[in-house]
Nanobody
Framework: QVQLVESGGGLVQAGGSLRLSCAAS????????MGWYRQAPGKQRELVAR???????KYADSVKGRFTITRDNAKNTVYLEMHSLKPEDTAVYYC??????????????WGQGTQVTVSS
């Protein structure tokens, strides 16, 4: 089993920045892709960004150029730097991890979610 603990959400004005962190513990040797998904009220959960253990990345078109995902394999931690935030980025952000690649379906493990609210 893998446990994921997120931190770093909050309230920010449009144009601002936030950094999310997600630390994995447990059977982390089985993990390849880690990443972030988000879910806004009334909408389906969607991919934000993923990164493999080899630092290969995949981003949603809506965040390209504004968000950057990085990973510290030694700390089993993935980060999401979010800049130029927009009100439409408001959502609960979930950390995700699994055995597959960044192009696979979401991994089996999910964090509890952290709220990001961008005010206009």
């Amino acid at each position: 089993q893998v446990q994921l603990v997120e931190s770093g959400g909050g309230l920010v004005q449009a144009g601002g920045s936030l950094r999310l962190s997600c630390a994995a513990s447990g059977s982390t040797l089985s993990i390849n892709a880690m990443g972030w998904y988000r879910q806004a009220p009334g909408k389906q959960r969607e991919l934000v960004a993923r990164i493999s253990s080899g630092a290969f990345t995949k981003y949603a078109d809506s965040v390209k150029g504004r968000f950057t995902i990085t990973r510290d394999n030694a700390k089993n931690t993935v980060y999401l730097e979010m800049h130029s935030l927009k009100p439409e980025d408001t959502a609960v952000y979930y950390c995700n991890a699994g055995r597959g690649s960044v192009y696979s379906s979401p991994g089996a493990y999910w964090g509890q979610g952290t709220q990001v609210t961008v005010s206009s």
